[in-house]
């Protein structure tokens, strides 16, 4: 053995337990609180005009099943299906909104706070609309303002309602379909169609969310 000072390695530390990750709560979105407020809106209103279930899946080609979903909360509805309902209801898609009319005097039926506003968010499908006028049944004349999430859109399906719409695209791009046709609509291009025209919309952007300035006018209302 050389004259040379022996090494000691140091002890290896003790290794520490490994922590087990506390688990996180699952956050519960607060979307499902809307699917719930516009189920109930369309069971009252189902209920006001003395339909039964059976008779509102015979005339929108829904299951019983599926509307029962939609009434309890448990399905959020595509816009398509919103609007075949309300066409059924006998009401524009505005009265679904989970929300009734407002209660402040001073509106006198005419002005809509901001802080008023009802919002109707389709989550699952990346569309909200703001309605900006005041919330109604008897309303014929809706505005509403669309904010489309990137990729946002109403799916693949056509689909038709009653009444006309318009609208200004504010920000981003969207895509709209009406019958055979598809346009590509930037900010300050307008539209105008009647609903009855199978119809589609999307925003196309990966990255950017798109906001419609929307008017729906219905004619058999009520």
């Not at 599926?66 to 066409?87: C, K, M, N, W, Y």
Request: hydrophobic share 40%.
């Amino acid at each position: 053995m050389s004259g040379g000072k022996r090494i000691k390695k140091a002890a290896p530390k003790p290794r520490k337990a490994a922590r087990t990750p506390k688990a996180k709560p699952a956050a519960r979105p607060a979307e499902p609180a809307m699917d719930l407020a516009v189920g109930r809106r369309i069971r009252d209103l189902r209920r006001e005009h003395k339909l039964s279930l059976e008779v509102i899946a015979d005339r929108t080609d829904l299951s019983i099943g599926f509307l029962s979903q939609i009434e309890r909360g448990l399905s959020s509805p595509s816009l398509r299906v919103l609007a075949t309902l309300a066409d059924v209801l006998g009401v524009g898609i505005a009265a679904l909104f989970g929300s009734k009319p407002s209660d402040d005097a001073g509106s006198g039926g005419v002005v809509t706070r901001q802080l008023q506003r009802a919002e109707l968010k389709l989550w699952r499908t990346g569309i909200s609309k703001q309605l900006l006028s005041p919330a109604g049944t008897e309303n014929r004349l809706n505005l509403f303002l669309v904010h489309l999430e990137p990729g946002g859109n109403t799916g693949d399906e056509l689909y038709t309602h009653d009444g006309e719409e318009a609208g200004l695209v504010l920000e981003g791009e969207m895509t709209l379909t009406v019958d055979a046709e598809t346009w590509s609509l930037k900010t300050g291009d307008s539209f105008r169609f009647a609903s009855r025209r199978p119809h589609r919309f999307s925003n196309p952007a990966d990255n950017a969310k798109a906001v419609v300035l929307w008017v729906n006018c219905v004619t058999q209302a009520g």
